[in-house]
Each structure stands twice: as C-alpha cells, then as structure tokens.
C-alpha cells in the first residue's frame, strides 16, 4: 500500500445541521500540548471548563460536565442513569432526534409512552399535560431543538408541567445551547444535554451535561446499577467533582476545544449570542423566500439555528448539495428520515450565524437553482436578505 498524501481537506463553509466550523481560537488551543489527565493544571483546567459550562447553562448545578462522546452520549447518559427497568417514562418526540430518545428509553426497558407530533410541529402542552396526569412518569424527555425539522420546542412551559406533577425533565439541548434562549435553573430541567460541535464552535467530541439535585437524589436512590459502565454519572463524577478518581482518560485537546469555545461564548455574552442568532436567521429567511423557498417548521415555532426548507419539486436533491459543494465549499444537509429527499437543512451555527454565511450561501443557493431549472429572479434572494 502507498502511503496516503498530508491531509488536505479543501476549504468549506459548514452550513448544515452540524458540525459547524470551530472558531479559529478553538483549533489553537487544541494544538496546545498535552498534559497528563490527573495533572494538578489539568484538573484546574476541568474545573474552569465546568465552572464556565454551568454559566453557558445558566445553572448552579454541581453536577456539570461533558461527557467524552458526541452528543447521542449525553442522551444516552441522561437516560440510563434516570431510568430504571419498569419505569414511567413519557418521551415526547417532534422529528428524528425525538425518535431516538424513544429508542434509546425502550432499551432502559422503560414503561413507556409515547408522543408524536406531525414533522414540523411540536408538542401541545395540553396533550402533555393530560398525559402527565394519565401515566404519572417519573422522568419526561424532550427536544427543545428539533434539528432534523426545524422546529423549536416551549421547554419553559414543559418544565412548569413537569414541575407540577413531579416527573424529572431531560431536555436535549444539543442544537439550542449557544444558539438560543435556555435558562436551565429557572426554566426547571432536570437534565439537559448537549454537544460541542453545534453552538459552540468546536469540533464534534464532547457532549455536556447537567443533572439538577432533583436528578441527583433519583441518580442515588436507584434500586439497581446504571446498566451502562462508561456512562454512570457517579463514577464519572468522581474523576470531574469528587476525589479525581481515574475513570477514563480525559480527552485532553477536546477539553482545551471546549474550554476556548466557552470562553468565546462568555466574552460575547449569551444575550448578544442569541441576538445574533435571530438576527442572521431573520436575513436568511427573507432570503429563502424570496427564493420562493418554504420552511417545514410551523413559523410560530421557526429555530433560528436550523432552517429546513423544502426542496421545490422536481429539483434532484442530491445533485444540487453537491454543486453547492463542490462549486461553492458549502455543505448544507440534507433531509432525515420523513424529510429524506424532501428537505434541506441550512445552519447558522455558533461562528457561522454571520452575514457573509447567509449572503454567501443565498448566491450560491440561486445560482444552483436556477441551474436546476428553478424560476428565480436572479439577485432576489441576496437583496431580500
Ligand atoms: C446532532 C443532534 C444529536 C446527535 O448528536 P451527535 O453529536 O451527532 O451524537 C441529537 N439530538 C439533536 C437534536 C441533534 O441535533
């Protein structure tokens, strides 16, 4: 065998449901040189990065870290350490991810059940409120950014619900967190989790969690083991909180990543962060329509970060990312499961919620759509934009 070429990835602009490009700051500080993951520096290191993540959290809660795995590893862990065989859960799914919170409840061997909402929509809180009157789960599981529609769900008010008839809520906030409001004490989750490489500018590799004392005291006064070894929350905390007991070996460089994006997330402040968000979102819908493109999510429940539209007929889908590809260095995504070949999933993630991602990407946009025979006025979209 010849020895494969220097990695050279020609340049792109991520655009798509993530990853998102990671700030230039970031890969800096992953070229960082290592330290041991039991040096005393290290462990101040981790300290800093959770102390920070509970302010990009907005929560006090102790049990803060990231688990060293993408994001499905912060659902996974939020799931088998709340749910025992036989317990009521009631996971309320609007899309892709939603279905996988079910999939991953049912192999706790959850008493579950389920809620659906048509692709696009959320979850009406007078169905969940019925529901939790009904089933009386112990823990409720819920996307707040539904990143395969579009859609964003009121967490707020799932809390107050959850509140009220004592179920633990689990959020997944892997789309929302630095993109969008999420204030995780006062809005009353139990457990939320996230990743790294969507709102945060690093790459893919970290997913953090945070369990509320609520969480906690259901974590201790389990019956039986968390079936899963790397993900018990009681044996990790005691390598991040406790007495630094090794667990596994921290991913160093993923730790720096997160510890510099957090840090860009704080100089900025997560008002301004989510004002811009909105901002750039607001330009490229102006210029999606103009377009003549339509988004999939009900337009009261529109995610800023995410912006799904629906492919026009008769325009081959795969074709077209590829000509934003390979002609332009866009990746945009494409549709999941009900939204396969139907849909296109445009991010303004972390970094890329900027004007030049939205006017590059509307240019590109008409000029493949017009390729594809699309009746566009040229320059709409960017003007409207
Ligand atoms: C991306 C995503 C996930 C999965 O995260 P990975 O990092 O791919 O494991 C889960 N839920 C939502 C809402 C997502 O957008």
């Not at 991810?97 to 659906?116: H, S, V």
């Not at 590799?205 to 899963?228: E, H, N």
């Not at 510099?260 to 900025?268: H, Q």
Request: proline share 5%.
């Amino acid at each position: 065998m010849t020895i494969p070429g220097q990695l050279a990835p020609s340049p792109r602009l991520l655009l798509g449901p993530g990853p998102s490009d990671a700030h230039p700051r970031v890969l800096t500080a992953m070229t960082t040189p290592l330290l041991g993951h039991l040096d005393p520096q290290f462990l101040d290191i981790m300290a800093e990065t959770a102390e920070m993540l509970r302010q990009v959290y907005v929560t006090k809660n102790r049990l803060t870290i990231p688990i060293s795995a993408t994001g499905t590893a912060g659902m996974e862990t939020c799931l088998v350490n709340l749910v025992e065989p036989g317990d009521k859960v009631v996971v309320g799914s609007i899309g892709y991810f939603g279905n996988r919170m079910i999939e991953i409840a049912e192999r706790c061997r959850a008493d579950l059940t389920t809620l659906k909402a048509e692709w696009g929509q959320t979850i009406d809180l007078n169905v969940l409120r019925e529901t939790l009157q009904r089933v009386r789960p112990k823990v409720v599981g819920l996307v707040h950014a539904e990143t395969s529609t579009g859609a964003l769900q009121d967490i707020e008010a799932a809390g107050k619900l959850c509140k009220e008839f004592d179920a633990l809520l689990i959020a997944d906030c892997i789309t929302s967190l630095g993109c969008t409001p999420l204030k995780v004490d006062e809005w009353g989750i139990d457990a939320a989790f996230s990743c790294s490489q969507k709102g945060l500018g690093c790459p893919p590799g970290l997913s953090p969690v945070t369990f509320s004392d609520r969480a906690v005291a259901a974590l201790k006064a389990r019956k039986s083991k968390v079936q899963s070894w790397y993900f018990d929350l009681s044996l990790i905390e005691s390598y991040w909180g406790g007495d630094r007991a090794y667990h596994h070996t921290g991913p160093i460089s993923m730790v720096y990543a997160l510890r510099e994006g957090l840090r860009i997330v704080l100089e900025e402040g997560l008002e301004n962060r989510w004002a811009r968000h909105l901002k750039n979102h607001l330009a490229l819908k102006a210029g999606l329509e103009a377009l003549g493109l339509k988004y999939t999510a009900n337009p009261a429940n529109q995610l800023p970060q995410l912006n799904a539209v629906r492919i026009p007929d008769g325009v081959d889908d795969l074709a077209c990312r590829k000509r934003m590809l390979n002609e332009f260095g866009i990746e945009i995504g494409g549709g999941l499961g009900d939204f396969k070949g139907k849909a296109w999933r445009i991010g303004l993630m972390g970094v890329n919620s900027k004007p030049s991602s939205v006017f590059l990407v509307l240019a590109a946009l008409e000029t493949v759509l017009a390729g594809a025979g699309v009746k566009i006025t040229p320059g709409a979209g960017v003007a409207a934009a």
